[in-house]
């Protein structure tokens, strides 16, 4: 079954402890993306890659680290926590280039609190 | 930054009533996209619409892009329960690789 995963679904932690959230498609999707979603504030992309080696900021890449190293996986690692990080994280991909009519994939969503 | 400003923020109406939700931009846009989002999944692509003034129908939503392509608009016919959710719209401007999310409309038909 075509899809993206995310793990874990849930997690909570404490401010400082890092963290990683993995996410895999088993697409062979060149462009992946992760962003977070807050209420009111619908999804704000937080960084993005073009291909493997290759990752660019979104508009909130402030306290996240990522790296694309295999086409497949496009983990999101958060090196300190802090409790404004709490959010609703997704993560997506789309087989050719994003920013024109490609669909966007989007994986179920890591919960994440950080107290 | 740029911006996609949704209304409504909130809508609840009975099942058979029709509704337009607005997504409105400063910004210029190369291609416009509507998502619709249930609870605990993540998003799913409705439509993409990418000329200025295109029209495109799915069963009983109607989707606008403007002919300025800086805002969108999402017509239910007939709304059903089953057109509960959050909709979302995303914009991406030539040259680039970025999304832009609006900040949602939270849709609720009554049956």
């Known amino acids: 079954e075509a899809q993206v995963t995310q793990n874990p679904r849930y997690l909570i932690t404490v401010t400082g402890k890092k963290l990683t959230v993995t996410c895999s498609q088993n697409?062979?999707?060149?462009?992946m993306s992760w962003y977070r979603q807050d209420p009111g504030l619908g999804l704000r992309q937080i960084y993005y890659?073009?291909?493997?080696?290759?990752?660019d900021k979104g508009d909130v890449p402030e306290g996240y680290k990522v790296s694309r190293k295999e086409k497949r996986n496009f983990p999101l690692i958060l090196e300190s926590p802090s409790p404004n990080q709490t959010s609703l994280y997704f993560c997506?991909?789309?087989?050719?280039?994003?920013?024109?009519?490609?669909?966007?994939?989007f994986g179920p969503g890591t919960r994440l609190t950080v107290l | 930054t740029q911006l996609l400003e949704q209304s409504p923020q909130f809508l609840s109406i009975q099942e058979g009533e029709n509704l337009t939700v607005y997504c409105n931009s400063s910004?210029?846009?190369?291609?416009l996209q509507w998502y619709r989002q249930e609870p605990g999944e993540g998003p799913v692509l409705l439509v993409t619409v990418v000329t200025g003034g295109e029209v495109k129908k799915l069963k009983r939503l109607t989707f606008q892009f403007g002919d300025a392509r800086k805002d969108s608009s999402l017509h239910i016919t007939a709304a059903q329960p089953g057109d509960t959710g959050l909709y979302l719209c995303a914009g991406s401007t030539s040259g680039t690789y970025k999304y832009i999310f609006g900040t949602g409309t939270r849709l609720k038909v009554l049956a």
């Open positions: 697409m062979n999707h060149e462009y």
């Open positions: 890659s073009m291909n493997v080696e290759v990752t």
């Open positions: 997506a991909s789309s087989l050719y280039l994003g920013g024109s009519t490609d669909t966007q994939y």
């Open positions: 910004s210029v846009f190369s291609s």
